[in-house]
């Protein structure tokens, strides 16, 4: 049975005036009544974690997902909603709405977290031991926000405290290096002071593996190989097993990760909890009546079931599933997962695919994350997690890691791994570095549709341009180098003087 974190959603204030003659009602929470005892903490907490899944400003929920896929050579936004429509297509400006979402979303999510870093040593009660834990477990968060905001923004600020005055507010931005230097402290202090598992009841925050797996790709980005390698070291053996206290493992299904009785398995190091709680309120009012669900599902499901479907994977991407047969000569099992076309006996939320009318010329619909197995998508609710990061992550970036060491010789167990899981014969012996790179990246490709890394992928291997060009992707004409990073919102260039 699923089990579900910080069901009650909290609003942080950031303060509340005073004076000799104003007294404080009790009955409202102020930051002089407030973060007095745990239960405050865990609250704070809840508020923090809360922001990667809000509707409208999580990168983890329809705000958000379209926008970190949108912009792939594997994914195509349809012209429903202008602003992502924009954003896929290279046309978008610093007035887009929907990049504008994320960004301030991110930055909810730091001020919060600041909050609690600020504020957890003088909480009567605790224990030194608890008070590093809470200190660490925010300060994932905070290198998480701030990792979404550095592959996607480039330069931004950075804030490591709650701002007292008006001038506080006004940071200028930081270059990028310095960016990935603070996301670098603070998932070390994280790792340092996260327990490995939580008990039950709190299963969904942070644990040491994930800052570890997020200190190891932090590395990958910044191209320091030799350090990512030792970072996935401390999860990983040299064949790709979990070390101990680590018990992490691919499943045996590859497509048990998208479905929701499957959510927090031994695959996933990290990742966001919906549940079908909390109100029917699918806008972020941070209220009772808000859903702690996903929209997700009926974003991308087709008209058929009730669904809004926005995005597609593109023709390229489809082609790209069938490049390799498995050993019984049938489709990969993860092209099965991850989309549905017309093969004999295809069956989509419980209809036969000959029901649905495929759209925009591709030949393929998303069935990762959807909730395929039920008669539609109408409720709007989705209970199926998104996983931030998966043991399958690990293993390929040490592979990248290793390879990029021209210690291509070591790849081959964290590849053969992949491979083995679905159902694909082991790679032979002799292959250059360029040769497993671009395995690599074909698996990476495959493997992760739909999670919101091809983009950032191609970015970092500098072939975008290429890329970009030999695809079908819509608006791939309007594609340069510029548009490697969102721009900066405007709202933001407006209100702050020093960005």
Partial sequence: ??????????????????????????????????WKTENDVLLGLAATYKTLKSKNTGYWNSGGIPVVNGRGDDFYIRNDVADLYRLSTFVNASTNGKVTDIFQGAYQGIFRANQIIENVPGVEGLDDGSKAAYIAEAKFLRALNYFYLVINFG?????????????????????????WIQIENDLKDAKDGLPVTYASK????????????????AYIYEKKWELA?????????????????????????????????????????????????????????????????SVSGQFFAPAEVGGWF??????????????????????????????????PGAVFYTKPFSGFTLQFGFNSMIKKYQNWKDKNEGIKISEINEKAL??????????????????????????????????????????TKDDMMSEIRHQRMVEFFREGQRFYDLKRWGLLQQEMTNSDKVGKEFYDS??????????????????
């Fill in 155 to 179: 330069d931004v600020a950075i804030v490591t405290s709650v701002p007292k005055t008006k001038e506080d507010y006004f940071i200028k931005q930081s270059p990028q290096a310095d960016v």
């Fill in 229 to 293: 390698q030792a970072e996935f070291s401390n999860l990983i053996d040299a064949n790709g097993n979990a070390i101990a206290p680590y018990a992490y493992d691919l499943l045996v299904n590859y497509s048990q990760n998208f479905e929701k009785e499957y959510d927090n398995n031994k695959e996933s190091l990290f990742e966001i909890q919906f549940q079908n709680v909390g109100g029917t309120n699918l806008n972020p009012t941070e209220n009772a009546t808000e859903s702690q669900g």
């Fill in 390 to 431: 998966r043991f399958a992550d690990i293993l390929l970036l040490q592979a990248e890691a290793l390879t990029m060491q021209n210690k291509v010789t070591e790849a081959y167990p964290f590849i053969n791994r992949i491979r083995s899981r679905a159902n694909l014969v082991p790679l032979t012996i002799g292959k």
């Fill in 310 to 343: 926005e995005g597609f994977p593109t023709n390229k991407m489809f082609d790209e599933f069938q490049k390799e047969k498995t050993i019984t000569n049938d489709f990969d099992p993860r092209m099965y997962a991850s989309i549905v076309w017309n093969y």
């Fill in 1 to 34: 049975m699923k089990n579900y974190i910080f069901i009650v959603i909290f609003v942080m204030l950031l303060g509340a005036c005073t004076n000799e003659l104003e007294q404080i009602n009790p009955n409202v929470i102020t930051q002089e009544n407030f």
């Fill in 482 to 499: 510029s548009k490697d990073y969102f721009p900066i919102p405007q709202n933001e260039l407006n209100t702050n003087p020093n960005w």
């Fill in 202 to 217: 709190w299963v969904g925050r942070a644990t040491k593996g994930a800052a570890i797996g997020f200190l190891g790709k």
